[in-house]
């Protein structure tokens, strides 16, 4: 049998970009996973914060 290779999907953190500027304590980051060569720019989803009680948008970090 031949190996598999490891492919291009890398894993990522994406982070709360409006808990930043609000001053609430605590941060909303999820860990995902994305593929490197259909998304090589960074990641944006919308995501449930649960310190702010709504979804907000959340941006991959390095």
């Not at 049998?1 to 709360?16: D, F, H, P, S, Y």
């Not at 990641?43 to 702010?52: D, I, T």
């Amino acid at each position: 049998m031949a190996k598999k290779a490891k492919g291009n999907r890398v894993q990522v953190i994406l982070e709360c970009t409006e808990q930043k500027n609000s001053g609430v304590p605590g941060m909303s980051r999820y860990i995902t996973v994305k593929n490197k060569k259909n998304t090589p720019g960074r990641m944006e989803l919308k995501k449930y914060n649960p310190y702010l009680h709504k979804v907000t948008v959340h941006r991959e970090i390095k």
